[in-house]
């Protein structure tokens, strides 16, 4: 997440196909380098004619775009949210064998705000399936540090709103579309097989 302008796709940590069968390998091809790219070379685009901005990063990006001209705010918001929205996505995730459990440090912020684990998921698959259109569930720390589960439209992030990004679930139809049709709730659950609690607990800490 320290890229600035010129921004560039990074290969996933893992292979295409190394989600599955929870995660189609068709859909994450299509997703990573068609999808995610195509915000990458937008934002790119967007930002160059703008050599102010060429040295912030995607965080920088989303939190000040508000005070950005208006003929590149809309610009900014939907594809730096895209491309950092699917940095996030696509680095939580991990194979099975990858993947690394939860710090005592976070279950301790889990226990405290949603009661258990069960909870805390009930309540992201509750905010996930009440995304109308395209966005996102996450879960995020608020100013006070207190985890906390949000959504956003679109590619909007929670950074502009001075929250801090612990989680995402990407609920777009292309993430999800070629294996679960239109059943986003089975999506959401083979979803949580694929969470890497290891990499979300580092996001928490990270967070303060
Ligand atoms: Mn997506």
Redesign the pocket.
Known sequence: MKQHYPFKNMPLPYGYGGLEPYIDEKTMML?HDR??QTYIDNLNKTLSSYPQYQDWTLEELIKNVGGMPYEIRDNVRNNAG?VY??FF?FDEMRPKQMQKPMTSEMETGMKDRFGSFDGMKDELKKAALSVFGSGYAWLVTDRNGVLQVVTTKNQDNPLESGLCPVLNI?V?E??YYLKHYNVRAAYIDDWFNVVDWGKISENYRNCG
Do not use: E, M, V
């Open positions: 997703h999808h995610l895209g929205n699917h996505y990407d777009w292309h993430a």
